[in-house]
């Protein structure tokens, strides 16, 4: 018999091995939603997108000061020269010519084997048009000079270009080069942009925004933007087409068409509308892969790919409010979509009116889809959730959503519901807590329980669940005992040492007791 102190330790030692695994496992168990008061928001960190600060205000106001200054010089004007109204020069296309590179002044070029370098900021002036065909276009960008190309109420035309910032610049503390259009018209193919943008904006990288009220237009094909601040960021523009784009590794957001509520940032409340995004991939962004955020509306995203970013796959929101002031997205469609190894969310929809998602496919991500806020006229069918870390399908309190014929395959939780969820024909399998939890207010038919973990539904009792069906109990003997071994091994382990050293004390008296009496 091995002595009281040795077995004792013995003892501790599995008690605290037991303890390690019940945490563990429940930390593994615990779905971080409405059951614990926990919703992760599509929205970043305030530290996570950067801020306007003193120094970038002061860049972005003197970049504006500049296009101004240009826009007003190259009135009468009809030849390409150089605006010297400031401190230091600017070149000036002015309309209605047609340019390439080899048209602008002297200084404002060096060339070379490997390509050209812009050395200047350069202003596309209302109504004329430059062309970019060279094979590499290289952007100075240093504290002093940010050779920034601005195209106003103009077009720009990029064909087969690889253009970033000289270096390249990665610092952007001091500000960096970028492309912006307002007003007009700026349209890329086969390009790759890199290495772009300092700020939130007209200055993110490359940017499509409004002009007083005047959309943007335009768009890419076979292009790729990289390790930009933002991939492609836009603000009141107007039926942009992508077709076969990448977005990849960016700061902060891939694809990031936006809009403001009425009357901040001088924005009239122009959202980001009518877009057509095609067969297009997100990858390894910061934070979200595709984001339409406040006030944009009827836009399509179709065939396309979002994965291994640090936020969520795909996002439709309400951006944030501020002063009470919100503007929703509306009727836009994801469709044919595919999420995968995201850090948040396959699909977030906060706000907004007639959001659907159609034929999705959302594999290994924290969280399948989440409904949120005042949402209403969510569609989801015909969709795919499988291998979800916590919970595949959320729908908040004051969300309504419609959800058909969708396939959920492993999760924490399969659907999380507060009472605002049409089910039908909605098929989950392999949750490891629970399948389904639902409120009364929650309509379902056809719904498909199996494989699942400690227990089918949260709630059942509130719920009508005549047109459930359970296939529980058609798995296989050793299926279900290792199932629920799985899930509860914690628990023996925690049990076990409490039954063993209980054994001990008994043996340990009856010993004593025997010692002393001479029995």
């Known amino acids: ?48 997108v950067p801020q306007v600060w003193p120094r970038a205000r002061r860049l972005i106001d003197a970049d504006e000061r500049r296009r101004e200054s240009a826009v007003r010089a190259a009135a009468g004007r009809n030849r390409p020269f150089l605006d010297r109204s400031l401190n230091r020069p600017t070149a000036v296309l002015p309309g209605p010519g047609r340019y390439t590179l080899r048209d602008l002044p002297a200084r404002a070029l060096v ?72 007003g007009g018209r700026m349209i890329l193919r086969g390009a790759h942009v890199s290495h772009l943008g ?46 076969r784009d990448k977005f990849l590794n960016n700061d902060v957001y891939g694809f990031d068409p936006h809009g403001a509520p009425p009357g901040m940032s001088n924005d009239p409340g122009l959202g980001s509308n009518d877009f057509l995004v095609r067969d297009s991939l997100a990858a390894y962004n910061g934070r979200h892969g595709f984001i339409f955020s406040s006030g944009c509306d009827d836009n399509r995203v179709l065939d396309s790919v979002s994965r291994n970013n640090g936020g969520s796959g795909f996002v439709i929101d309400d951006g944030k409010p501020r002063a009470g002031l919100v503007r929703t997205s509306n009727n836009n469609v994801l469709q044919g979509i595919e999420a995968r190894d995201n850090s948040d969310v396959g699909v977030v929809i906060e706000g907004g009116s007639a959001n659907e998602i159609r034929n999705a496919l959302l594999v290994n991500n924290a969280f399948g ?17 499988h291998a979800t870390r916590w919970t595949a399908l959320a729908v908040n309190e004051r969300a309504r959503a419609q959800v058909a014929r969708v ?15 049409r089910l039908q024909d909605v098929t989950v399998t392999d949750a490891v807590v629970a399948g389904l939890r639902l409120q009364p207010t929650d309509v379902t038919a056809g719904v498909t329980v199996g494989g699942l973990g400690r227990r089918a539904v949260d709630g059942i009792q509130q719920v009508q669940t005549s047109t459930w069906r359970s296939d529980q109990a058609d798995a296989s003997g050793l299926t279900q005992v290792l199932s629920t071994l799985r899930h509860q091994v914690w628990l023996v382990l925690l049990i076990t040492p409490v039954v063993l050293w209980s054994i001990a004390r008994l043996v340990q008296r009856t010993r004593n007791l025997t010692t002393r009496t001479g029995l």
């Open 407 to 421: 396939s959920i395959d492993g999760a924490t939780v399969g659907v999380d519901s507060s009472g605002g969820a």
């Open 1 to 48: 018999m091995p002595s009281h102190s040795g077995l004792y330790t013995a003892l501790v030692t599995v008690s605290a091995a037991g303890l390690i695994v019940a945490a563990a496992a429940v930390h593994d168990q615990a779905p971080p939603l409405a059951s614990t008061g926990y919703v992760a928001s599509s929205s970043p960190p305030e530290a996570a």
């Open 198 to 243: 300092f700020a939130t904006g007209l200055t993110s990288g490359v940017a499509w925004m409004h002009r007083f009220g005047v959309p943007s237009t335009g768009g890419a094909v076979d292009s790729t933007f990289s390790r930009n601040l933002f991939g492609v960021y836009s603000s009141g523009a107007a039926g942009l087409r992508f077709v």
């Open 111 to 182: 060339r070379g084997v490997s390509g050209v370098r812009l050395r200047l900021p350069l202003v596309v002036a209302p109504g004329a048009r430059l062309v970019i065909s060279r094979r590499r276009l290289l952007l100075r960008s240093s504290p002093r000079v940010r050779a920034t190309i601005m195209v106003v109420d103009a077009t720009l035309a990029v064909r087969g270009t690889r253009i970033r910032s000289a270096g390249p610049d990665t610092d952007q503390r001091d500000g960096r080069a970028y492309i912006l259009v307002q």
């Open 369 to 385: 889809v989440r409904i949120t806020d005042a949402t209403r006229d969510t569609v989801v069918v015909d969709s795919q959730i």
